[in-house]
């Protein structure tokens, strides 16, 4: 059984920047070796000649021309900045990187 | 007979004849959400006073010209994951709960230039997360069918919501079948597009390789009004395509329909496999031709699909900062590190950070090429198996779930049977294939939905087949 270790939770929830509680911890220690032994299925098949398929359709990469877009309203800015949670003189506010 | 037992073609020609005016279809439609959604909780947003403003609005065009499209005046509402601009677009998180949208999104701007009437926005599993709409920050919507069991997810509100008679049609989006299981679990018609066929633009992304917008209604013909008022290339989205438009004409004796062995295995209630079978044999019955087929992959699809889809999730979760938009613990936190830490925390509810997690063990450093890159190397040899089959056949016939409507809180605690209600959905998406449920069950039953998969851009192909039902 895949096995998945509280040291493990911890470090991805790192990497995901979230914040785990030790209940949470727990939890995600048994569900996710759970689905990870789920997921372990998939190595019943010898995919060694198989190329990784990332989008449904063989499409290429598409560009539109780079031209500014007036929309009807000017007031589209404001409203952005305006669904930031905290913000100052029209720019969002962000706690210290370095400390 | 009350207007909102009219479907659109009849909402349609009923206009036209001044039968009603798009007023009151709009008014007889929000007073039954007001009787009736208290129960079933289907709508997160009711925007009642810009609705009847547009019905007005709509009614004065058609005074002067009664040459409308097939959507004008037809009220509709949208899943709440999708822009309307105006209205709140919580995508059924805490974190997104105070959201305001600034712009349409293309499927929604396309319906409105029908003038269709828009009376809200649909309740969802958190961020289309679900196959049960349990996982919803307002609440788990409920089966209109039978209040005690799930309407299936998570488009759940927008497929209870046309069950009711809350609304004409809805929009809703599946990224592993989330309109065709609650279409089936409530008894509608939903269809899962072509991926590429119907811009994503304004649509939020929960796996952007797999997400596709369509229509939920009561009736085939009702589904490709809306489908063919959508679909398009957009150059907001560089995924979408041009639609190769195909008129499919042809008689049921002239169709060849695939059923995969691997559907009818262990696992699957016998009442729905009863009822597919049936349906089946109601086609054969016809004159159409049934063939026995395989897809020796499908087995390995829903592995393959959660560690694709959760990976990719857990890179579009990740614009939520708390910095732009959204639930933030800005103002509390000591540095920016804290600030992504506790928004994401309290922000996010229990089956998000599941897929964040699972997706970002499966693209972490050590781990990459035993999950991520494995699951696409199988996504290629579904795809095949799907590629062949259609070599053989014309479409493939067999269940959208496994399972009946279950019982609300009865597969919320265990995720792995949660994720066991979508094996015969997934794949779909996997292959970007476009795919319909259509109820089969007999009415007064629990419904069941026949699922019908066809090759890419042929829905024109699907829903003739279905009209045949």
Do not use: W
Not at chain 1, 34 to 56: F, M, N, R, W
Not at chain 1, 58 to 87: C, F, H, M, W, Y
Not at chain 2, 25 to 32: D, P, S
Not at chain 2, 274 to 280: D, G, L, R
Request: proline share 4%; glycine share 6%.
């Amino acid at each position: 059984m895949a096995k998945i270790t509280k040291q493990e939770v911890k470090h991805i929830a790192k990497l995901a920047r979230l914040n785990l509680g030790d209940k949470e911890v727990e939890k995600f220690e048994k569900e996710l070796s759970l689905v990870l032994d789920y997921i372990k299925v998939l190595d019943e098949v010898d995919v060694s000649t198989i190329e990784p398929t990332s989008h449904p359709f063989k499409i290429k990469n598409t560009t539109r021309k780079d031209e500014p877009v007036s929309d009807k309203s000017n007031d589209q800015a404001e409203k952005i900045i305006g669904l930031a949670p905290d913000t100052k003189n029209n720019y969002l506010k962000v706690k210290p990187i370095l400390k | 007979m009350s207007l909102v037992d009219l479907n659109i073609k009849q909402i349609h020609s009923g206009l036209k004849k001044k039968d009603f005016s798009a007023f009151e279809i709009c008014q007889e439609y929000l007073g039954r959400i007001k009787s009736k959604d208290k129960e079933i909780s289907s709508f997160i947003t009711v925007d009642e006073e810009a609705a009847l403003n547009k019905a007005k609005q709509a009614d004065e065009l058609i005074a002067k010209n009664s040459d409308i499209p097939f959507l004008f005046g037809v009220p509709c509402a949208i899943k709440d994951n999708m822009m309307v601009e105006g209205l709140k677009c919580s995508a059924g998180s805490k974190m997104l709960e105070n959201y305001y949208s600034f712009y349409d999104a293309t499927a929604v701007k396309k319906i409105k230039n029908e003038n269709a009437i828009i009376l809200g926005k649909t309740n969802l599993d958190e961020f289309a997360m679900g196959s049960s709409t349990e996982n919803s920050f307002f609440g788990p919507t409920k089966n209109p069918v039978d209040l005690d069991r799930v309407s299936g997810g998570s488009s759940g509100g927008s497929a209870a919501a046309v069950s009711a008679k809350l609304s004409a049609f809805t929009l809703g989006s599946d990224t592993g079948g989330s309109i065709r299981l609650p279409a089936s679990f409530c008894g509608a018609v939903g269809l899962k597009p072509t991926y590429g066929s119907v811009s994503r633009y304004g649509l939020i992304a929960f796996a952007s390789s797999l997400d596709q917008i369509g229509p939920i209604a009561r009736t085939v013909d009702d589904v490709k009004i809306v489908f063919d008022s959508i679909k398009g290339k957009d150059s907001l989205d560089s995924t979408s395509l041009d639609y190769k438009e195909d008129s499919f004409d042809f008689s049921v004796s002239e169709l060849k329909i695939g059923v995969p062995k691997e559907y009818f295995v262990k696992g699957i209630d016998p009442e729905v496999e009863k009822a597919i079978k049936n349906a089946i044999k109601k086609y054969e019955n016809m004159g159409a031709k049934i063939e026995e087929i395989s897809l020796p992959h499908i087995k390995h699809s829903l592995a393959c699909y959660y560690i694709i889809c959760c990976s990719e999730a857990s890179a579009n979760m990740a614009r939520y900062d708390g910095i732009r938009y959204g639930y933030s613990e800005n103002q509390k936190s000591k540095n920016l590190l804290e600030t992504y830490l506790y928004s994401r925390e309290n922000g996010l509810g229990e089956e998000v950070k599941r897929r964040i997690m699972i997706g970002t063990y499966s693209l972490s450093s050590g781990y990459y090429d035993d999950y991520y890159l494995k699951a696409q190397k199988i996504r290629t040899l579904i795809v095949n198996d799907f590629k062949k089959a259609f070599e053989k056949v014309d479409l493939i016939f067999g269940p959208v779930s496994p399972f009946l409507p279950f019982r609300i809180g009865e597969k919320i605690e265990d995720p792995l049977s949660m994720y066991l209600v979508d094996m015969y959905t997934v794949s779909v998406n996997l292959a970007g294939l476009p795919a319909l449920s259509l109820p089969c069950n007999d009415p007064g039953k629990l419904p069941i939905g026949l699922q019908i998969i066809g090759k890419p851009f042929e829905e024109g192909k699907i829903l003739k087949a279905a009209s045949f039902y």
